[in-house]
Structure formats: structure tokens, C-alpha cells
């Protein structure tokens, strides 16, 4: 039997990372339990009202957010805040599949366009490396606004 699986960060601002991943992959920020939020309202707003109704002081509000893919295909990613830097490079990365099929020159602009935008929204492109057949496509990497080694592919 399979499972399914949630991936973990660790993060300073919780908040702040997850919207940047929100954007990135396209995912969103679920409601609060039991809170039907109304077409178009701000998800993260209602967490915040439905924290402060449950006590919960401010300082606390940023220790932890989630994102969930709306198709309901990919893991639940859950941000938790620690006080502590990043100091090595990630063991376990994301690979974000924004060219599954294209090849070559067509491949590697599509890696590009989609690098541009992630760095716009705060992603630092690190190193791109170009395709070497038949074992390597080519692939950019990237890093989130707090330090996490990821992957274009």
C-alpha cells in the first residue's frame, strides 16, 4: 500500500516561504478548519482572524503555514519555523518538472523563461547546466528566498 507524503521545510518566515512556493508551483494556502472562506478571500487572512480568535499571540501567528496543490496530485508542503541558519547544502531537494518532454534548444529556453520568473519572485539562480544525451537533459539550479537548493528539470 502506498502513501502519501508531506514535505517539510524549515524556515525563518514561514509565511513568506510558503507564498513564494505557492507561486512557484501553482499551489495555494488552505483555509482554516471549518472556515468556509468566501470566492476570492485572502486564505491567510482567515488564518490570521481564526488565530487571534483562538488566542494564539501574534508572535506565535508565523511559526508554521502550509500549501496544498489544488488538483490534489502533489504532497502537501508544510513550513515550520526553527531559529537556526541553513548551514549545508540540502540532502533532499525538489526537482520542479516545468519541461517534461522538450528537448535541446527548446528544452532549455523553457527552463530559462521559467528561471526568470522565479527569480523575479525571489528564487537565486545558482548554476545551469546544459544537456549531455543520453544521460542529462540539462537542468537549472536555483535557490528559495531562504537558502533551499532546488531544481528546474
Known sequence: MSRHIQVTFDAHDPGALSS???DALGYVHPGPPGVELPEGADPLAAWD???????VPQEQRNSRSAIEDPDGNGPR?????VPEDK??????HLD????????GDE????????????VALGATRVRRFEPEPPMSLGWIVLTDPEGNEFCLD
Open 20 to 22: 513564494f512556493w505557492r
Open 49 to 55: 482572524d481564526f488565530l487571534e480568535r483562538a488566542g
Open 77 to 81: 508542503i508544510f513550513f515550520q519555523q
Open 87 to 92: 548551514i549545508a547544502k540540502n540532502r533532499v
Open 96 to 103: 520542479v518538472r516545468v519541461a517534461p518532454g522538450l528537448q
Open 107 to 118: 528544452r532549455m529556453a523553457a527552463l530559462e523563461a521559467e528561471c526568470e520568473r522565479l
